[in-house]
Nanobody, 115 residues
Framework: QVQLVESGGGLVQPGGSLRLSCTAS????????MGWHRRAPGKERELVAA???????NYGNSVKGRFTISRDVGKNTMYLQMNTLKPEDTAVYYC?????????WGQGTQVTVSS
């Protein structure tokens, strides 16, 4: 069973930065697509950033120009660099990876942007 372990969340002031990590227990080469979603209190889950199966990247409109998704296949790890954070970025962030038979999700990591 593949497991995704997230890290890097926390409390940061507005304008600050955080980098989230998502490490897979198996090889990332077995996944066709992967990315990050988030869920803020009282809101629907939304796509933050993703790699498509073709290797291109997609970003949610609210994070374009501020967030960057990347990955290190050798380390089986995907990253989300978040810059110029705003209070509205406060949410639980979940990574996911698309496998052959099912999708896998991380446990979620809390990001709180507040002064």
């Amino acid at each position: 069973q593949v497991q995704l372990v997230e890290s890097g969340g926390g409390l940061v002031q507005p304008g600050g930065s955080l980098r989230l990590s998502c490490t897979a227990s198996g090889s990332m080469r077995s996944f066709s697509a992967m990315g990050w979603h988030r869920r803020a209190p009282g809101k629907e889950r939304e796509l933050v950033a993703a790699f498509t199966s073709g290797g291109s990247t997609n970003y949610g409109n609210s994070v374009k120009g501020r967030f960057t998704i990347s990955r290190d296949v050798g380390k089986n790890t995907m990253y989300l660099q978040m810059n110029t954070l705003k209070p509205e970025d406060t949410a639980v962030y979940y990574c996911y990876m698309v496998g052959v038979r099912q999708n896998y999700w991380g446990q979620g990591t809390q990001v709180t942007v507040s002064s």
